[in-house]
């Protein structure tokens, strides 16, 4: 009998360890979750890097806010023109003609036209003593100061009201081109070596 029992005991404590075994195992800890996508990290700045300049571009303070480049702007007038008008004057038929002052005297003979940019006459250029061209000189004068006169044949006669004298003493006109050439050259920025030629034996 005690051994019968004995045996059930065992059997039960046998039944029973398991289980005790399961509920006081404790649960495996769950790993660390790993961090995939670390922070990135800032760069140390370095000094000798320049950041890339931007698009926008800073006016220079030494230029000057109006260029020295203009535009002309078309005028709102027809493109085409089909007739000469009473009143206006050819180019063409200035050039070369003798200019007369109120006395009758031939005081010189337009030997060229000044224009602006917009096309209106400025002046015209006088060339005026010398002999058959020699020793004459240039002498630009203001467009207004000038009347020309249309005859019934067509002939435009140039008249300035002023004296020969005036004219002769009046300073010469130079162009764009004639001042240019009077700079003086500017230096070269080359330096310039010589070879001493070496000495023979």
Do not use: C, H, W
């Not at 769950?30 to 670390?38: K, T, Y």
């Not at 700079?183 to 030629?197: E, F, K, Y």
Request: charged share 15%; aromatic share 2%.
């Amino acid at each position: 009998m005690k051994t019968l029992m004995s045996a059930t005991a065992i059997a039960a404590l046998l039944a029973v360890t398991p289980v005790m075994a399961q509920e006081t195992t404790p649960a495996p800890t769950a790993p660390a979750e790993q961090q995939l996508n670390p922070p990135l990290q800032q760069a140390p700045s370095d000094p000798a890097v320049t950041p890339a300049p931007s698009d926008t571009m800073t006016p220079d303070p030494a230029m000057p806010a109006d260029s020295a480049a203009t535009t002309t702007t078309p005028s709102d007038g027809p493109m085409f023109i089909e007739r000469q008008e009473a009143g206006e004057v050819l180019v063409s038929d200035l050039v070369g003609e003798t200019i007369y002052n109120s006395q009758e005297e031939n005081i010189g003979t337009v030997s060229d036209v000044i224009t602006t940019e917009n096309g209106q006459i400025r002046a015209l250029v006088v060339e005026v003593g010398g002999f058959l061209g020699i020793g004459a000189k240039d002498v630009a004068v203001n467009y207004d100061r000038f009347m020309v006169v249309t005859s019934a044949e067509s002939e435009n006669r140039v008249v300035l009201d002023t004296p020969r004298e005036s004219l002769e003493s009046a300073p010469d006109f130079m162009t764009l081109a004639e001042i240019a050439a009077q700079q003086p050259a500017q230096p070269s920025t080359g330096t310039d070596t010589m070879t001493a030629p070496s000495a023979t034996q």
